[in-house]
């Protein structure tokens, strides 16, 4: 974000960005972004490829997501029906807590 927008308009909207994703104790927290931030289409790893940036700002918002337990991410652009996930690690008192109520 920062070689398009700039320094300034980058770290604003990334404050933006965790601001919004944390804001509140929502029973879903659901994201709508453009690009994917995990795909199996040949478009997505060429793009990787071609587009080191990009690569690097989806694996940065991936990360930011995860560590705000965002429940849901949509997107188009690839044109193909995927469903993918991210295993998170949670702690050992959180995994702990989460088999005791199952």
Do not use: Y
């Amino acid at each position: 974000l920062s070689a398009a927008a700039g320094p300034e308009a980058s770290a604003a909207h990334w404050e933006w960005l965790r601001r919004v994703t944390t804001h509140g104790s929502p029973t879903w927290r659901i994201v709508m972004g453009h690009r994917p931030l995990i795909s199996v289409s040949a478009r997505g790893e060429r793009d990787d490829e071609h587009f080191p940036a990009e690569k690097h700002t989806r694996h940065a918002i991936r990360e930011l997501m995860e560590s705000v337990d965002v429940d849901l991410w949509v997107n188009g652009h690839d044109h193909t029906a995927q469903v993918a996930c991210s295993q998170v690690v949670r702690s050992s008192a959180s995994a702990a807590a989460a088999a005791a109520a199952a």
